[in-house]
């Protein structure tokens, strides 16, 4: 292993050279991915996580969070209430991360979904904390120099944001809405099965992956073509398969990331939609979860999930010519274990940014650019 991960770093640094006396920015081939070096982080409070990465550029790479959760114990053993931390959102540019102000959410929140569609144009959600204990969702757009507050639409509950080309859409409990002209337009009611994977291509163009219910775990796949939901076949071998993330490339191409903790240990899972049915993809050895998929700047496909040979190596898997392949990866240092959770690849030079959990210490941030 320590050989090949040589003689990648010794290729992909004449290729870096060659581009570079070309004056063209570096490819995002897989051979020059995957040499992830630890970004330290700014000043958290105790007891912090990192759920998201995004970037649209060397210099609008994002994380967020939240930081400082306080679990105050009860009487009895397993008992007592949790106070929220405050929400966490760092954008890394010029070589530093950069803070700035949440309009109507100063602390008691977590940002749970970063979107940068542009350097400048970067969208935020995450459940508010009140103190009762309820919450409500947030959603903030950036200003340049602080995140405004955007109204959601009305009775809105719960939120799922994604902000790209498209557009921006935003998933309620009930339905999906686009943002157009400063206001919220609606597309579609949701279908009535239990979400935990989704994506909007096109007002004709949504899908709906999960279970049938959330006490059924038998795998479904909703797809609106503009006029209604459609239910679509999932020949999943996999027993017990769950979906983590997806994307769709066009109306007969796309893919889809999970986990099955139905076996031991548990198995990755890639599907594919071919436009007749979602099947599963032969996934290369190694892994046991795959948890992210993202474009990559190649017009491939990046996954990543955990290592189960390599458990200090973030699992990263990439797609091109028609396969999936794995790609070596560098450990955490005076780590032994990494749970990879997010993955964003930067415009311009294919850079890959992930983050996750270690089993010593806070988050870690990973860049391989």
Do not use: C
């Not at 009860?74 to 929400?87: A, F, H, K, L």
């Not at 540019?93 to 929140?109: A, C, I």
């Not at 990494?338 to 959990?357: K, M, N």
């Amino acid at each position: 292993m320590i050989s090949r991960k040589a003689s990648l770093a010794a290729a992909a640094a004449a290729v870096l050279a060659a581009g570079l006396a070309a004056g063209l920015a570096a490819p995002a081939s897989a051979a020059g991915r995957g040499d992830f070096k630890p970004v330290q982080l700014p000043f958290f409070w105790p007891n912090n996580s990192l759920y998201d990465v995004a970037a649209a550029g060397p210099d609008s790479v994002w994380i967020a969070g939240n930081q400082g959760e306080i679990l105050v114990p009860g009487p009895v053993p397993g008992t007592g209430r949790t106070i929220p931390g405050n929400p966490v959102v760092r954008r890394w540019k010029n070589g530093g991360w950069v803070e700035y102000d949440l309009q109507g959410l100063p602390s008691h929140g977590t940002i749970t979904d970063v979107d940068a569609v542009a350097p400048e144009d970067v969208w935020i959600t995450g459940p508010r904390f009140a103190d009762d204990g309820s919450t409500t969702p947030y959603l903030a757009h950036f200003t340049g120099s602080s995140f405004a507050q955007v109204a959601l639409p009305a009775g809105a509950g719960a939120a799922t944001l994604q902000a790209d080309a498209s557009g921006v859409w935003v998933s309620t409990a009930t339905d999906v809405y686009r943002r157009s002209g400063g206001t919220w337009t609606h597309v579609a009611a949701l279908p009535d099965v239990y979400r935990t994977a989704s994506y909007v291509r096109a007002d004709d163009d949504i899908w709906v992956l999960g279970t049938a219910s959330e006490g059924d775990g038998t795998p479904v796949a909703r797809h609106w073509d503009g006029r209604s939901w459609h239910s679509v076949p999932v020949n999943a071998t996999v027993p017990g398969t769950g979906f983590t993330d997806m994307v769709a490339l066009s109306p007969t191409d796309a893919w889809a990331t999970g986990i099955s903790y139905a076996t031991s240990p548990s198995t990755p899972v890639l599907m594919h939609w071919d436009g007749t049915s979602w099947t599963d993809a032969a996934v290369p050895a190694g892994l046991n979860a795959l948890t992210k998929i993202a474009k990559g700047e190649d017009g491939g496909l990046w996954a990543v999930g955990h290592s189960l040979d390599e458990p200090a190596e973030p699992g990263l898997l990439h797609y091109g010519g028609g396969a999936w392949s794995r790609v070596p990866t560098t450990a955490v240092p005076n780590r032994s274990n990494i749970y990879a959770t997010s993955l964003a690849v930067v415009p311009g030079t294919g850079a890959l940014w992930t983050l996750g959990s270690v089993n010593i210490g806070g988050p870690v941030v990973l860049s391989d650019g």
